[in-house]
């Protein structure tokens, strides 16, 4: 297990974790100054933030800092209602995958979707079956149009919370199970489709070390299944506070919370993965109420110490 303790060199910042200081918007391109000149070596772009900034522009400043990325958030949202909707997913996700290209991001991460309509609070059916089919046939589209360009898809699977208005893949297995299905990759193989393991969303999964080492080409120890490509392509780390408030922006900073870091970034490790650890933070009334500054600060303090 490597040893961030004496530098963050494998610190990487999702943007989420700076958009909004003092409860304004921080532009993108004032977070990726600050993150260079704090020697953060990478960082993880919003799609909204990039068109704010525009895409020539921030693939140009990337460049000119000689930031990389972790991932590029995200595509997905894969779910519809009529052929119309269909399209226009499609539509959105082939522009997602053309911007992680230009950008030049390891992978395009994927939040899958789930029951159409949910996230505006107008839910078009209750049918999470046909959700999760529609969510494998756009996963299916998408991969054949990726490949075409070498860029890997990571699916993140969330929390059950988000299964009925973010995303209807919800444990690391079903997103390993879809990887393995749609993208039978051999052992020594670079995988096309893989996973992002974000610690806020799988820590509490009684299977998850087995299934992060099922992710980075071993078995899962039950059925046998594995031996496979490594799929771990990103690695997310913020903290489970006690209590929560709310449960999409009240993520804590790591050491913070109840999950054990170190342990899940040795189990990602073990199984292979040796890339940037991604500190995403959704705090509306904490973190993002701070200055970006001081909020990029703790990140490197407890990326060495928490993570």
């Not at 260079?36 to 990337?62: E, K, M, Y």
């Not at 490949?147 to 919370?161: K, S």
């Not at 199970?177 to 995988?191: K, Q, R, V, Y």
Request: overall charge negative.
């Amino acid at each position: 297990m490597r040893d961030f303790h004496t530098d963050h060199r494998w610190l990487s910042i999702n943007t989420a974790t700076v958009r909004m200081q003092h409860g304004e918007p921080w532009p993108l391109p004032k977070i990726l100054d600050a993150c260079a000149a704090r020697g953060i070596r990478a960082v993880s772009p919003w799609r909204d933030q990039v068109a704010a900034a525009g895409l020539a522009a921030t693939a140009a400043q990337l460049k000119a800092l000689e930031l990389e990325l972790s991932g590029y958030c995200r595509g997905g949202l894969f779910t519809y209602t009529d052929a119309a909707s269909k399209q226009a997913v499609r539509d959105d996700n082939l522009r997602a995958l053309d911007e992680a290209c230009t950008l030049g991001a390891p992978c395009l991460v994927l939040v899958v979707g789930a029951l159409p309509g949910a996230l505006a609070g107008k839910v078009a059916h209750k049918d999470i079956a046909l959700a999760r089919t529609q969510v494998g046939e756009g996963i299916a589209w998408l991969l054949e149009q990726a490949r075409a360009r070498r860029m890997p898809l990571a699916i993140e699977p969330l929390h059950p919370m988000y299964a009925a208005d973010r995303a209807c893949v919800n444990t690391l297995a079903q997103a390993l199970d879809l990887c393995e299905a749609l993208d039978p990759a051999p052992a020594g193989e670079a995988a096309a489709l893989g996973v992002a393991v974000d610690a806020y969303h799988v820590w509490w999964d009684p299977d998850l070390e087995s299934q992060i080492a099922r992710a980075g080409g071993g078995s899962d120890g039950d059925s046998g299944r594995g031996r496979g490509a490594n799929r771990l392509l990103a690695f997310h780390v913020c903290d489970w506070l006690v209590p929560t408030t709310d449960l999409l922006e009240d993520r804590g900073m790591p050491g913070d919370g109840v999950i054990e870091l170190p342990r899940l970034r040795g189990w990602v490790e073990a199984a292979g993965f040796a890339g940037y650890s991604e500190v995403e933070i959704f705090s509306r009334r904490h973190w993002w109420q701070r200055e970006g500054g001081e909020v990029l600060d703790t990140c490197i303090e407890r990326h060495r110490r928490c993570v």
